[in-house]
């Protein structure tokens, strides 16, 4: 079964062509990272998923309902982005539920939902703090419980774990997978970090210059690269 599929999508951006014919899909349930250098259009085939960014050709379905026209709020996804941009002035739990207040959902099964998605990230208790008050790798903590607190069908983080430093990013990488394998939520990370993409994921998709060149299971793809790019972009590790 299909979370999320993309179809012939093409977007340009004056006269740079960002992405060409993109047609894949994501499964439900999995961990998928778009890897790929910079330029190479991660970011862009995440906003269009997403709804920020509208393709010049082709359809993005999410759960078999084609949404290529409907508004970010209306696609039930949730997002991390790498600046994670919390509300300085509200407390934790106010942050974490903004998105539940804008659905409408107050009260008692908003306080529920939001003492359920702290739970989940592992920040039950720190819901009357405000953001200034946590470490760097809590306050992304608290923008991943901001984006799971709707029960979204799919969650869209693009390089979230980028500003940490070392030792945080990995720890977060653990709490990240954990999150993803509890929640079972179908799961699309943009990364530049091969490591990264190969420890993470079910799936990797490969990006050069505006395509996807290989998508495959982590070890298919780092044992049995398809075109010289992939294995030339994956042999930096080496
Ligand atoms: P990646 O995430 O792989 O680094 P992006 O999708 O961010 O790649 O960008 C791909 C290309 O598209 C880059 O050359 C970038 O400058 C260009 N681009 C992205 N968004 C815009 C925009 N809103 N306007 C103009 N160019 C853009």
Redesign the pocket.
């Known amino acids: 079964m299909t979370a999320v599929d993309v179809s012939h999508v093409a977007?340009s951006?004056?006269a740079?062509n960002?992405?060409s014919d993109i047609t894949t899909h994501f499964e439900v349930g999995s961990f998928t990272s778009?890897l790929?250098?910079?330029?190479?259009?991660?970011?862009?085939?995440?906003?269009i998923i997403a709804g920020f960014?509208t393709p010049d050709r082709g359809t993005v379905a999410i759960g078999g309902r084609d949404v290529t026209d409907v508004p970010v709020w209306a696609r039930h996804i949730g997002m991390v982005f790498q600046s994670y941009a919390l509300f300085p002035h509200m407390s934790v739990a106010g942050n974490v539920g903004f998105g539940l207040a804008q659905r409408g959902i107050r009260g008692d099964q908003a306080r529920s939902e939001v003492a359920r998605a702290l739970e989940m990230v592992r920040l039950a208790g720190f819901g009357d703090r405000k953001p200034k008050q946590l470490s760097g790798g809590q306050q992304q903590r608290v923008a991943l419980a901001r984006a799971i607190v709707t029960r979204p069908s799919v969650l869209l983080l693009?390089?979230p774990l980028s500003a940490l430093d070392r030792r945080l990013r990995q720890e977060m990488q653990v709490e990240l997978l954990r999150i993803q394998r509890e929640s079972g939520l179908t799961t699309i990370f943009?990364t530049?970090d091969q490591e990264e993409a190969l420890s993470l994921s079910d799936k990797v998709a490969i990006?050069d210059r505006?395509r996807i060149v290989q998508m495959g299971a982590p070890a298919e793809v780092y044992e049995r690269p398809t075109t010289r790019f992939a294995a030339e972009f994956l042999g930096d590790t080496n």
């Open positions: 977007k951006f004056g740079a960002v992405l778009l790929g250098p910079s330029g190479s259009g991660k970011t862009t085939l995440l906003r960014v693009d390089e943009v530049h990006l505006g």
